[in-house]
Each structure stands twice: as C-alpha cells, then as structure tokens.
C-alpha cells in the first residue's frame, strides 16, 4: 500500500535521529560508569560546571527535563555526595542545586572525555560541526513551537 516508501523505518528522520542519540549515549556508558553515573547525570553535570548555584527549573529548562525525571537524578548524585540542594532563602518553593568539592573535582576526571567520544564517532571535524548546527536549529526551532 505505502508505494513511495513514506513510512519504511530507514525513511524515517525520526528514526535515525532516536537510533543514533541511543548508540551515543551507549558509547559514553563505560566513561561515565567508571565513577558511577549515568548520561543523563553527566550532562546535569555539563550544566552545573557552566552555572552552579541554580535553581532545579533553570537546570530543567537547560537540559529539556520535566522534574518528574530531573528529582530522582538530582537525588541520587546527592547521595554520592556530589551536589546538594538547598531551598533558597528568599523563596522556600525554589530549590537550589550547588556542587560538591567532590562534583568539581569530577570536571577534572572528564576533560578529555569529548575529545575521546568525538574520535570514536569517526565523523571528520567538519562533518561533527555541520551536524550540531542542524541538530541546534531543529531545537531552536522546536522550542520557539512550544513557546
């Protein structure tokens, strides 16, 4: 029935786009498991690194997570002992996410780790910087419609 092809699985942006965040994801794994975090704790690190001292909706809004996902996360890297969160004094409902001197040491441990990742995807240079600037657009644009 589907003639053209429009709805075969290798057709599909969609596709290709969840396959590959799922195999790079899965290239981190033995980086990040080796001081017990997930990808999704390590890029909760990205930001904190960029901007410690904010507020649990700043770092959502940065990282694209509702709290329903962002709370366990936040917790359990609390329980390591890398970040603490704190309500803010001026506003009991407004809770603040600060790191650990263990959370910052931990910046030191994942210096090179980008560099590592970006050999193992065997995309030129080139070709990994054309590839950010449409994933950026499609994001930037997707925001602006959620708006």
Not at 41 to 48: A, E, H, K, N, T
């Given at each position: 029935m589907d003639t053209d092809g429009v709805l075969r699985l290798?057709?599909?942006l969609c596709f290709a786009l969840y396959a590959g965040s799922k195999e790079v994801i899965r290239m981190y794994k033995p980086f990040l498991s080796a001081y017990g975090l997930t990808y999704t704790?390590?890029?909760?690190?990205?930001?904190?690194w960029e901007e410690d001292h904010i507020t649990v909706?700043?770092?959502?809004r940065q990282l694209l997570l509702d709290s329903g996902t962002l709370t366990p996360?936040?917790?359990?890297?609390?329980?390591?002992g890398i970040l603490t969160r704190d309500r803010s004094k001026n506003d009991e409902r407004t809770v603040i996410v600060?790191?650990?001197?263990?959370?910052?040491?931990l910046q030191k441990a994942f210096l090179d780790l980008p560099q590592k990742m970006f050999c193992q995807l065997g995309l030129?240079?080139?070709d990994?910087?054309?590839?950010k600037e449409l994933l950026d657009a499609?994001?930037?644009?997707?925001?602006?419609?959620n708006e």
């Open positions: 290798d057709n599909q704790q390590y890029i909760v690190l990205l930001v904190l909706s700043d770092l959502g996360l936040l917790k359990k890297l609390e329980a390591a600060s790191l650990t001197e263990t959370g910052l040491d030129t240079a080139t990994a910087g054309r590839l499609l994001l930037k644009n997707q925001a602006f419609r």
